[in-house]
């Protein structure tokens, strides 16, 4: 009897509390989207999954001693797993229409006003009675609106990661979106004449161009702004394995081995900060929302910027492809195809969006370190 | 920190924060072409044609893709 | 003349003791078995070496400063290694022929029997002198009737580090004698007519079955056994990544690069346990009895509840499949197919025979957790 | 513990034990079933034979290797 | 005002020094060696961005808490990188040519000849005002003679990790100088009859003697020397997974994968340690010097044992292959090779070359042994 | 130290250590030698003809599978 009542309690149906059954569902619920619409999977299975495991009572598997915990020391509270994603990301970017055409940057720039549009949205939020946010946390929150997942969660681990969960799952999820919430938003922008604006072929980029490209934004990251530096630096290292063409062995590595290890060790990590102490909290329906908003607002500030750029350059620039300085890599370069050839079935922008696409990317890398060197302590 | 003050610290976060993004990228855009003036001073581009948007489906024209996909595949199976 | 002296002292031959010699003359055997006879090449080939470099005077590359003790402390007292090899185990199978066919589970829980047998066997042991088992030790011991590797590894880290090395060599050894053992207890138990049933084919499985199968598994583990949710949990989410057909790479990357590395780096660890203090005891001696054991009485009893099934189906069920239940994959499974041929030579019975083998992979899986929670501290 | 505590110990585990083994796979075997009732009500397999051993060399059909090398490839486009 | 002065302050361009310059400079000229001249380029590159990354300013990368200086820590302090590059390098070479002729072992010994005169070298130096090597120092320098990446980091790690950048970059600058450092040397100390010499074939070695030869190696090391059983260990290793035909899974992961992964890692960490403070000195000068003496007398001393064997062997042998002796496979077997074709169009000597270099491997893993037991603390 | 009895004990070093690597390599050829008689013994070579050295120039034989041999043996050779 005594032996018996033992076993019972040593079971997960007594021990189990509305919370954990809860974030087990919301697990499954992230599984689903990443296998059912396609939600980036490569990230929200093993979250999804990571979330079970971690929520499984007694068992203690996202705990300090438990798997997934050691996993998330080693990884994450290091900065290591994103960075080292974040030289996977370089390894399989090609720079080249962003270096074909270095204005696009600025497409880039303008389309990171949605992070730190969201940050004056978070601390706006503190005026409701249940929010705390505190600057650090309205920062982790606002990179959301970069649209880079590595980046969101290395500024999260730093900045807040109490709330990194929520953080990691609301940027992956609306970077899935994107294709819903972009094309109103670029629709609404533009007039249909903007939109059928054929854009001039890109220029070949030679190979040299290709291997001082890493240097150059390392250069200016080093000596302006040292805080975004391991990001711009990985980035960098990353892309010159790719382009210097002598260590084919090692960009294979950085390409394969390495990013599929640790999007596995990644998504697992982050799926034991999925816990309801920190996820089935106020702070997170706020998180969503302003995720939602940053997406938005970065997307009509680069349309935006797009427009500013078809004036000055005559009638060039194509305004649609403003919307791809989001980064999101390389969706939204897509949406912004798909909506250019819904006006016009020969007009193909997805070339000339890659630029601003990847500027999205060295953006977010910089707006990361900007609100690290500013708000870490 | 009061909400206001936090506010008056975002808004000033707002306004540096995109001051240094735009002046970051902006140098940027002048030392790529700088880059490449003198990329393409010292290493002309052997003329292969202009890097063109691809003439159909993003995703690929097959034949290439497929050609990828094998010589992809069977370094695959060296490791 | 001093710096001579000095010189000798360093030599591993003026510090070589007799145990280490019998050592690395074992870590020899197993290397030879792994080669000349295929005994589980890919882990008694690290196993031997391990043993080999660890044996080695003066060097310490097992010791708490040297490589394979350091990778011990990090992978395999941390229980990390054996749970990513199970992630790559259930990224390897293929669980169709139990979801066509969910009866055969029982086959494999009866052949579980094997485990507790032998751990009473390994108390009874106690009471010739000499023998001084604690419930740990026997229930680490009895594990080996599990038929699997890494859940051998795992519980025995937890359990009874000291006999790991032991429990390792003898769980792969006689996995690898599954073609010998199982045969003649097969044959003696079953009649000619039982062998020579033909089962009905296999249903087909749908995709979402095999997606709901790893949540299935993994919930009733989370409830009932949480303390077999590292085990169950990395193996369901290896086959999710399996099956779900959206994270190729992550599937990829589960099923060679990380189960290569690891089954190099754990196969040495477990070597650096094979010290002649651990090793060249009595109580080695009663494992490998004890061992030999459990696999026969598993699969005996996995035979026993095959005929069973046999009778309760109206015979159509071949109780020879039974065998299968130990798990051992897919060694057993051939087995059964084997000498189902020897009866009938157009009777195949490798796929009736999947059902039950990896059924045996859960079963033995949920007595580890049975043990894990009852004995551990 | 003396030898025969531990034994009576050993006995209750092999009791225990065995009962949870099969009650935790028995349950498994109805809740298998109960699974794949309700997903062939979602989803209906469609009709693609028997699930067979494998015809032939399983290394072999080229075409089954473009197949496999284009969905890495496109798996590959992936972060 | 306050604000702006805190930015500027946080601006590596205010925090940047001279050193950090020049050393960001000396990243870049590795760099650029490594992809216009392809020296060493695997190396290289990543060395050189290491060194770049880690002397940006305020960022910290290399330091204690950044990500080079935690990989460092993880996987150069512990010893662990290079020993799994030198499993790596075991599987990847083919010991054939060495068993089919063991007499070419005298050359690679003959070679080694490099690192105990460039040890004398080192402690000669210090009669110079300005140095101040420790026996450590000396022996750690005297390494790069042994022409051999990984077992130079891997003595440098635990006896003069200050100079182990230095070191490092010397070894692999000089092992892709080797096309032209010793040509001239091998012309000098022959004379054309002896270039001209054509060698009789070797005889082929069957799988057996390939499958024994790691563990006869291993043996003699564990009697003799057990200093070198790490790094003569994970060479033998890689090579029996190499040979013995039955874990091809695991031989590829240690000669792709792991060694992938590794280099990678590997070359960032040794980047770190190309700070200003420890290359800007006049030690690296004279480590500069030091090595390319190594290499000169390495080279003379494999010739010049060359011609002894010439004449013992009443001709048979040609002395050129001598210089194949200091490792740096297989650059130097194909310098041979180049050398031979020069005087005699038909006269291949790759496969004979091959011999000492590879025994040249064994050759230095053994004398960083002995100075490891002799100088280690 | 100072520097002349660094410079002693290394002029040790070099006597002791060469003393070493050269005993070590002189063992390890008569150890080979035995062991390759023995293993000739156990398990004579299946006649394959002698292993030669290339044929051509080893630099570039046009054969495609020779070609890809030295592909993936200079994939192979580079650590
Ligand atoms: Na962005
Ligand atoms: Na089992
Ligand atoms: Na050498």
């Known amino acids: 009897m005594d032996q018996l009542l033992k076993l019972w309690q040593s079971m997960g149906i007594a021990n189990m509390d509305l919370g954990q059954v809860l974030m087990m569902a919301v697990g499954c619920g992230l599984i689903y989207l990443a296998i059912a619409k396609k939600f980036e999977p490569l990230l929200l299975v093993p979250i999804g999954f990571g979330a079970l495991l971690s929520n499984i009572p007694v068992a203690g598997i996202g705990g300090p001693d438990g798997m997934i915990g050691m996993i998330y020391t080693v990884g994450v509270e290091t900065g290591i797993f994103p960075l080292l994603i974040f030289m996977g990301v370089g390894a399989l970017t ?37 929010f705390e946010f505190t600057l650090q946390d309205a920062s982790a929150i606002a990179i959301i609106g970069g649209a880079d997942g590595p980046t969101a969660i290395f500024l999260a681990s730093r900045l807040a990661p109490d709330l990194l969960g929520a953080i990691a799952v609301a940027a992956y999820s609306y970077m899935a979106l994107v294709p819903i919430i972009q094309p109103p938003i670029m629709r609404a922008l533009t007039t249909r004449e903007e939109r059928r604006v054929v854009m001039q072929q890109l220029r070949p980029v030679s190979q040299l161009e290709r291997i001082l490209f890493p240097f150059v934004v390392l250069l200016l990251c080093a000596l302006l702004l040292p805080s975004a530096a391991p990001l711009i630096g990985m980035l960098t290292f990353g892309n010159l394995l790719r382009e210097c063409g002598v260590v084919e ?51 009509a500030c680069g349309v935006l910027m797009g427009k500013v750029m078809h004036r000055a350059t005559g009638g060039k620039v194509n305004p649609l492809i403003g919307a791809a300085g989001v980064s999101a890599v390389p969706m939204a370069a897509r949406v912004v195809n798909r909506v250019g050839l819904e006006e016009d079935h020969h007009n193909f922008l997805l070339m000339h969006a890659m630029g601003p696409n990847v500027a999205g990317v060295i953006g977010s890398a910089v707006a990361a370190g900007v609100l690290l060197a500013l708000t870490g302590t | 920190m009061s909400e206001m003050t936090l ?23 002048g030392i790529l072409r700088l880059m490449s003036w003198l990329a393409l001073r010292l290493a002309p581009v052997p003329q292969t044609g202009p890097l063109s948007p691809p003439a159909a489906d993003p995703d690929g024209p097959p034949i290439a893709a497929i050609a990828a996909a094998i010589a992809r595949y069977r370094a695959g199976r060296r490791r």
């Open chain 2, 7 to 29: 506010l008056t610290e975002s808004l000033r976060l707002l306004l540096i924060g995109m001051g240094i993004v735009f002046s970051f990228l902006l140098l940027l855009v």
């Open chain 1, 249 to 299: 062995r090692l960009s294979r590595a950085a390409q394969n081995e390495i990013i599929n290890i640790v999007t596995i060790m990644l998504g697992l990590a982050i799926g034991s900060k999925l816990s309801a102490d920190n996820f089935l909290a106020l702070e997170t329906l706020g998180i969503l929302v302003l995720g939602a908003l940053a997406f938005c607002i970065g997307t």
């Open chain 1, 94 to 130: 090609d720079f080249g229409a962003l270096i074909a055409r270095p204005s696009t940057l600025l497409l880039g720039a303008a389309a990171q006003f949605g992070i730190f549009a969201t940050l004056i949205g978070a601390v706006l939020l503190n005026f409701i009675p249940g």
